[in-house]
């Protein structure tokens, strides 16, 4: 499959923010006690959201490229996705004792309510231990519901529960990419109302989720990157390219931001409009040569791929004060 080098360095610039909101959380500071840009440091999870929206973009890319059938298709994603997620659970499992003598020094930056908090948490996942490794296992951990059994997604290996939500979209994209491109106007109108009823229905009538684990909880951004692939791939090939997207991306991000009473919960969203646009701008406009360098260089991939093969291994402070909560929806 072809790469987009723009997309890879994103990826990078993405891993980088992740990496930064684990140290500044491993070392006490929460979006609480921030503002403005060290807030933004913070909330990982933003950054989180924007790699659900390259994934969906990439998968529907990758589907599109590479014809062939379902099972070697989802043969290919399991295996990408099972072997290191696999070593990595049982060496988690493995430490976990040291996770619990770690909370119980770290009175010097973890305030006793969040202290509690964990210590509970962590009982809990090691009373559901066969459980937990069942489900994590298939992959499916991510859809088990706090309402059954609490803090299954995030058990052991906190950042395990975006491996879960991954797979379970690796699952369904292939029908959704085929109703959407193969089967015309009503089948791509069912898609995209099938879409917006689960985006509902998750948050009006789904038991919680843990990180919202399950697809529902996430499916707007992976809907957000399939939509751009298609309008990618249609102005990719086109002849005339335009080249005020770029700008008018800005623009309407600003005016949303300073709307919304400066709310960053748009901001993966519109992060990827800007960096969206800014693909589609035609190589040789001003904005692609001063923005996009950045972004293209070939050491960025490489370094991205080490960031977040760092950001995968078991940490005793792993994802837990990056709250993935329903709030934030």
Known sequence: MRRIREIEGLRAFLALWVLISHVLGAAGYTSEIAEGLPQLLILGNY???IFIIISGFVIFLLIDQVRGNYSTYITQRFFRLYPLLFVLFLVAVALAPLEMENIA??????????IEKLTYKLDIRNDWLGFNILTHLT??????AEKWVPF?????????WSISLEWQFYLVAPLLFSLAATRGRFARLGV???CLATYIIARKLLPRVEYGAFLPFHI?????GACSYFIYRHLHNSVIKPDFLFPTAMATVVMIYFTSGHDFRLFPIAVWLVFFALMLEPKESLSHRLIAPPFSQPGLSL???GLLQHLSAPHPRHHADLKRSAELF
């Open 220 to 224: 707007e951004f992976f809907f957000f």
């Open 303 to 305: 370094a991205g791929q």
């Open 152 to 160: 299954v997604p995030g058990a052991f290996l906190g950042p395990a």
């Open 139 to 144: 992959m499916l951990h991510g859809m088990v």
């Open 47 to 49: 950054a989180v959201d």
């Open 192 to 194: 995209i109302v099938a």
């Open 105 to 114: 020094q770290s009175g010097a930056y973890l305030t006793e309510k969040n």
